[in-house]
Every structure is written in structure tokens, then in C-alpha cells.
């Protein structure tokens, strides 16, 4: 079995970086869904000029469409932000009042 330091000298060899990138959560916006995936380990690899990332966590997933028009529009009401700011801060956060403080700078 080869320990860490020989499969990496191995990887360099065959031209193949690897990168180690610090994250707090990853989110994979699809057309219906967003994939949300907490706690990541993240991995860059390079290999043929090409970059791919590999990526293990906490998944859930979250409806794109699990807000109406009204809570973005109350959401838009207290901060006085963009239709699109609003559904974003929806988005991130999930919760209609984390979205409010979010977009007021309020934790």
C-alpha cells in the first residue's frame, strides 16, 4: 500500500496537482433545485490543463420554487432590495426572516 507522500510524488509525475480549497458550504444551482452541500471537503485536481473538482458532505437539496411571489415581494418590502437580490438571499439562506437580516447586514 503506498502511503500519502508516494501517491502524491506518483500524481506529480503524471502531471496530476491536486489542491486542498477551504469552503464552508458548496451549492450546486440547478434549474429546478439547488443541491446544498454542508461541511464540504473540496478538492481541486488538475490534470491536463483541465481543473476538476471532487467534493463530499452534508447533501440536501432545496425547491427553487418553495417561495411565492409574496414572500419575495414582503422580503423586498423591509430591505428595499431587488427582486433578484431577494430571491437569491431566499435561496442562500431558506428562511424568509434569515433572509431579511441577511440583506439588512444582520446575523
Known sequence: MLSGKQIEKA??????????????EVVLKCKDKNIIISNPNVSKIIMGGQETFQISGVVSESS??????????MIMGQTGCSQEEAENALNDTGDIAAAILMLRGEK
Open 64 to 73: 427553487k420554487e418553495a417561495f411565492s411571489k409574496e414572500d419575495i415581494d
Open 11 to 24: 500524481m506529480k509525475k503524471m502531471g496530476i496537482k491536486t489542491e486542498e480549497i477551504e469552503a464552508e
